[in-house]
């Protein structure tokens, strides 16, 4: 009645606080993750852990941990009550128990292992649905609808054989415990009928302690039904806790730049990525002085992207040194070291929120509407969003689905003015939009330009003619450097990209 309903909703509180502070912990340690990390591991295994693997610690945490104790209280008051009754019998009952934790033991095993795998096969289920609900379109246009259904399926199925197979460890947990408790009240009946005929034991004192066995047999079982649930949370623990264990970003710097002049200093650096037989930055020197454009071009895989990611320590290096202001980069604070560094890429990340939340978003205290209204003017972002309904208050969609990619480029380079850092990093940050849309993007990246130190990245090579310094990159060295026309005197590696270009 009463005490059921409480026990009810206080077991179902404690499981909810437990998968709360357990995301919370898992989400807040994602956010500490190295970029590293991202690279190697698959989305869907990531989300997987935090929704399908929390779950299942949860579960043998609160529900199992209850019957748990409740039952071996239970069956510790019945082997008490046994021994006290006849000690002889009560030894006859224990010859049984050790094949069952015998059972239990190797069947525990085999279902923490099938767990393990099912985790992983639903972390890939994830990653299959993940990736066919953000690429519909390109599944509808290449019509590959067939394809991915017959994906999905498989890594479906296999999901459902795992299940299958720790149902089939189980029941033959439950049914060979069973078999072994079968066994032991027929050892108990005939030493008991024994003891009896010769005196040594009284009917009262048999039935009492067959009844007291019979009692006990229920929760024996019932821990062996609970085992299943304790070998999945055991298993999703593992996952858990291999996420936990993971190696934060290095964080070691306690120096801070206020007022930043943007002045960067690449000193031999190398970094090689794991699994890979060359460097992809290989002993780089350059330096980039104050309110300098500073191009990146080269072919893909040259090295280009991986060389701007190493300003914001997204990777750390192998060898050599940064410099931001003549101080290296891993004694300044992380924090402090990015708020220095503004970026804006071809492949723009918004938020399902609004164009003003896009705008002022990680920037703290938060802006005033009126710093956001400025930001937006400045980025042309108010010549589209004024004709919205809601204006700068207009929902965008997940990653701006709503926009175009000229206006979603905008939003992204307002974001940049509004945080106003002193150095700039445009990733090829017009490559993929139309003529009338660039123009406008390109109109915003000059003003934002002129406030800062800035590094671009691109393959068009008519957006760099006018930087200060052009570096060319291959395989990870630089092969040239000069400006514009001095390169195209050269007639090397540029003057050829250049010519292949504007044939």
């Given at each position: ?5 409480a ?61 748990l104790?409740?039952d ?8 008490g ?16 128990l050790?094949?069952m ?13 099938l ?43 296999w ?19 069973e ?12 030493v ?15 039935v ?10 229920s ?7 609970i ?14 806790f ?15 730049l ?26 780089i020197?350059l330096t ?12 893909s ?8 990611n190493?300003?914001?320590r ?5 060898e ?53 209204q ?17 204006g ?11 926009l ?7 939003i992204?380079i307002?974001?940049?003015?509004l ?12 490559s993929?939009?139309d003529?009338?849309s660039e ?9 934002l ?13 008519s ?14 060295q ?24 504007f044939e």
């Open positions: 009645g009463l005490s059921d309903f026990s009810s909703m206080a077991n179902a509180w404690v499981g909810n606080m437990v998968v709360l502070d357990l995301r919370e912990s898992l989400f807040a340690r994602l956010l500490l993750l190295p970029t590293s990390y991202y690279d190697m591991n698959a989305t869907g295994n990531i989300i997987s852990k935090v929704t399908y693997d929390v779950t299942q610690v949860t579960e043998a945490a609160t529900s199992a941990l209850t019957a104790v409740k071996t209280l239970t069956l510790i008051g019945l082997l009550w046994m021994f006290y009754l006849n000690w002889q019998l009560s030894l006859t009952t224990f010859t049984i050790p094949l934790m015998i059972v239990v033991a190797i069947t525990g095993k085999r279902m923490r292992r767990n393990r795998d099912l985790q992983s096969t639903i972390g890939d289920m994830t990653h299959v649905l993940e990736e066919s609900v953000k690429g519909q379109k390109i599944v509808k246009i290449f019509g590959g609808q067939k394809y991915e259904s017959g994906r999905f399926w498989s890594i479906a199925n999901v459902r054989r795992f299940q299958m197979k720790i149902k089939t460890a189980a029941t033959i947990n439950v049914t060979l415990v078999g072994f408790g079968a066994i032991c009240f027929a050892l108990i009946i005939y008991g009928t024994s003891q009896a005929a010769s005196g040594a034991l009284t009917v009262g004192g048999f009492s302690f067959f009844t007291a066995m019979g009692l006990l047999f929760p024996i079982k019932r821990l062996t039904k085992n299943e649930v304790i070998q999945r949370g055991l298993a999703a623990s593992e996952s858990i291999a996420l936990q264990d993971e190696l934060t970003e290095i964080d070691k710097g306690s120096k801070t206020d007022n930043a002049n943007g002045r960067i200093v690449f000193d031999k650096a190398k970094l090689q990525f794991p699994g890979t037989d060359k460097p992809a930055v290989n002993g020197s980039i002085e104050p309110g300098q454009t500073i191009a990146l071009v080269g072919s895989g040259s090295g280009k992207t991986t060389l701007a190493l300003i914001p997204f990777y750390k290096l192998d050599g040194k940064i410099y931001f202001d003549d101080i290296d980069i891993t004694e300044l604070s992380l924090n402090n070291l990015r708020r220095q560094v503004s970026f804006v890429s071809q492949d723009v990340v918004l938020f399902n929120d609004t164009i003003a939340a896009n705008i002022a978003y990680g920037i703290e205290p938060s802006p005033a509407q009126s710093d956001i400025s930001a937006a003017d400045k980025a042309f972002v108010t010549e589209f969003a004024s004709k919205l309904p809601d700068l208050e207009t929902e965008i969609g997940e990653n701006g689905v709503r175009s990619g000229g206006q979603r480029q905008r992204a307002a974001r940049a003015f945080k106003n850092a002193p150095f700039l990093i445009l990733d090829e940050a017009t993929a939009l003529t009338a123009r406008h993007v390109q109109q915003a990246i000059e003003a330009e002129s406030n800062c130190t800035t590094l671009v990245i691109a393959h068009r090579l957006t760099v003619e006018n930087a200060d310094r052009i570096y060319v990159l291959d395989q990870g630089i092969t040239e450097q000069g400006t514009h026309q001095e390169l195209l005197d050269k007639n090397g590696i540029y003057a050829n990209l250049y010519n292949n270009q």
